[in-house]
């Protein structure tokens, strides 16, 4: 937990006391940081609340005597296909918990918003316009190395569907997506296992990516 930070003047804050957290929000996304403590614990959420297809990068500075966290990390869901076309495939979920952040003072969080939905919605559409676009990955790393959360496949209609953190649905005798298995390592490079990722359900977590300290 925090019991005091230097801020510096370019970096935003969220939350109080041993809870408040420093970052440094970017990308072309709408980013904002919500922060509760409850029993003895600070949850922080990184949110992006922008269009489809963008994304928000915060560069957070790990608050001093944090050496682990719980972290979720949910990638940007698929568009869906227009007409007959399939919905759009669930962003992958990454959930590790006790995950070691000592290695990195400053550690960057992307928060991957979901695929827009096809434009095309009569008979005189045609080709990509009745495809949707894949949802933006999320991923909590430092460099390299970290959790990565794959954005939703794209849903299509006319055409084969994408794979993704979950595959996207595909019109009448087209090929749906299919999941893509994506690697996730420690801050120093070492693979991870036992941990849940893929179309793994998560029902009371809503925002992309959360940690508890």
């Known amino acids: 937990m925090l019991t005091s930070l230097v801020?510096?003047?370019?970096?935003?804050?969220a939350g109080t006391g041993v809870c408040q957290q420093t970052f440094t929000p970017s990308g072309n996304g709408t980013a904002s940081v919500v922060v509760v403590e409850s029993s003895g614990f600070c949850y922080v959420a990184f949110k992006n609340t922008g269009n489809s297809g963008t994304q928000s990068t915060f560069s957070w500075s790990r608050p001093t005597n944090v050496s682990v966290a719980d972290v979720a990390v949910i990638g940007g869901g698929g568009g869906g296909g227009s007409r007959h076309g399939g919905g759009g495939g669930a962003g992958a979920f990454v959930d590790a918990t006790s995950f070691n952040i000592s290695a990195a003072s400053s550690i960057t969080i992307q928060v991957g918003g979901g695929g827009a939905g096809a434009a095309g919605?009569?008979?005189?559409?045609?080709g990509s316009s009745l495809i949707g676009a894949v949802g933006i990955n999320s991923f909590f790393r430092s460099g390299s190395n970290g959790l990565t959360a794959l954005g939703g496949g794209l849903g299509a209609n006319a055409a084969s569907a994408g794979s993704g953190g979950s595959g996207g649905g595909a019109g009448?005798?087209?090929?749906p997506g299919v999941v893509t298995t994506q690697a996730q390592t420690t801050f120093a490079g070492g693979t991870l296992t036992g941990i849940t990722f893929g179309t793994v359900s998560y029902t009371h977590l809503t925002l992309p990516t959360i940690l508890r300290v």
């Not at 801020?7 to 804050?13: G, K, M």
């Open 121 to 126: 919605n009569d008979n005189n559409s045609s």
């Open 172 to 175: 009448w005798n087209q090929t």
């Open 7 to 13: 801020v510096p003047s370019f970096a935003d804050t």
